[in-house]
């Protein structure tokens, strides 16, 4: 395949389990469920589905529909929308949406990292003979033992980018993302079978409805959802670049936003019913994914095969979204640069991953830069986006794109949720998250 030659996903269902695959992430394996343990259990699931399915889906047909139109990334595709309209530094702006997911590849790598030295650690066998696993994990994150796991998870998402969209990307989440629900189902069963699992499922499926009434759960769920399916403005765009354009862009994103819903909630039922049968914190926090369920499988019944399942899941998990977020700036340096997919991978995964060395050395450093993607950077670029989109652009044509090829097209009804309710959530979304210091 030439440079100039842009790649297309072979399928729908391919296109579709790539975005479930980038829409899942730690967001819905790590944060869903002790979110949903800090604000109230099934309460908090009422204004999320509410955001996740209005909002989320909102998002995702923006990007889609953007990146399809225009058959390039953010970059690009800002460049010619501003320039229609006889502005020539669209481009620059597109750069900051491109640099909030990149950013979040930075130290999204690491965290994968982690995740792949936890694996091992299941497959050893160590969670039984560790004593005290929160001393553990903090005698390994921040530390240069964090490097050579840092270095795999790059080299395994370099490994799958050079072989493209439709051999790499499609061929390996057609795989992973089955057998991540596949396992999450079976873990699921275990889960609630465990003596005492039955609060725990209370918990999530009994309302604690004065939840409702604090302002924090409905800021939360929104960020919750807002971030989950919809990234930065960027993310999902490059995905729909490669669509073709009979593809049903309304299907495809509501079928990624209910596989996405569903993988929140079967980790939800996985985790919490276990944490209540153990007798721990299901508010816990970030703590839950490296020191809680560790400590749970130290004490369940076929605890090792269990640990070794879930942190596996995980793996298919967190991979499938760092797919997604190289791709980002490796399109972007294909596009711009003229080069190949392999040397755009090779500079980007060198870049990042030295970008990134001085945040395995420090876990304040780690949350600094973190904070700062997540709560400006990405914020900023998703508001960015809807504007172009729907405002630069213009709303009616964008509709008429996301239509394009559409079994049930979107009527003139949308265009003002769009246009003025979604891009101003947009909004609200940053300026919250300033205010709390994240909401994502």
């Known amino acids: 395949m030439s440079v100039n030659e842009r790649e297309t996903w072979s399928s ?14 730690l967001g819905n394996i790590w944060l869903f469920p002790w979110r949903l343990g800090a604000y109230g259990g099934a309460a908090f699931l009422i204004p999320y589905l509410f955001f996740v399915i209005t909002l989320g889906s909102t998002g995702l047909m923006e990007e889609f529909a953007f990146g399809r139109e225009r058959k390039a990334g953010a970059i690009q595709a800002f460049k010619e929308v501003y320039a229609e309209r006889g502005i020539d530094w669209g481009d620059k702006l597109g750069v900051i949406p491109v640099l909030g997911v990149t950013g979040v590849f930075v130290f999204y790598a690491i965290v994968v990292g982690w995740i792949l030295k936890y694996f091992v650690l299941a497959l050893q066998g160590q969670f039984a003979v560790i004593d005290k696993l929160p001393a553990y994990f903090g005698s390994f994150a921040g530390t240069p033992k964090t490097i050579i796991w840092h270095l795999l998870a790059i080299i395994i998402t370099i490994l799958v980018l050079r072989l493209g969209v439709k051999d790499g990307i499609e061929r390996i989440n057609k795989v ?11 873990l699921l069963l275990r889960s609630l079978t465990l003596p005492g699992a039955l609060e725990g499922i209370k918990f999530l499926l009994v309302p604690e409805w004065s939840k409702l009434a604090n302002p924090k759960t409905w800021i939360m769920a929104l960020g919750q959802a807002f971030f989950t399916v919809s990234l930065g403005g ?3 765009l490059v995905y729909g670049s490669y669509l073709d354009e009979d593809a049903d862009i309304p299907a495809s994103a509501l079928q990624t936003v209910i596989f996405n819903t569903t993988a929140s909630f079967l980790a939800a039922f996985v ?10 914190d299901p508010k816990a926090g970030p703590p839950l994914l490296f020191i809680t369920l560790p400590n749970i499988f130290k004490q369940m019944p076929g605890g090792y095969i269990f640990s070794v399942l879930f942190f596996l899941s995980i793996i298919f998990a967190a991979l499938s979204s760092t797919m997604n977020l190289m791709e980002v700036p490796v399109e972007a340096l294909m596009q711009r640069l003229k080069i190949s997919r392999k040397k755009s991978v090779i500079l980007v995964g ?22 700062f993607v997540t709560i400006y950077l990405i914020p900023i670029g998703a508001v960015m986006a809807a504007v172009t989109y729907f405002w630069v652009y213009d709303i009616t044509k964008a509709r008429q794109a996301i239509n394009q090829g559409s079994d049930n097209p979107l009527g003139t009804w949308w265009e003002p949720f769009a246009k003025y309710v979604f ?15 994240g909401i994502g």
């Open 12 to 25: 729908r269902i391919g296109f579709v389990l790539s975005c479930v695959g980038a829409a899942i992430g």
């Open 176 to 186: 992973m993302m089955p057998t991540l629900f596949v396992i999450l189902f079976i």
């Open 234 to 236: 960027a993310a999902m």
């Open 271 to 280: 985790i919490i019913p276990a944490v209540f049968a153990f007798g721990l």
């Open 350 to 371: 060198g870049l990042t991953f030295a970008v990134g060395l001085p945040l395995d050395l420090s876990m304040k450093l780690f949350g600094h830069f973190a904070d």
């Open 423 to 437: 891009t101003i959530v947009a909004g609200v979304v940053l300026i919250l998250g300033i205010i709390f210091g």
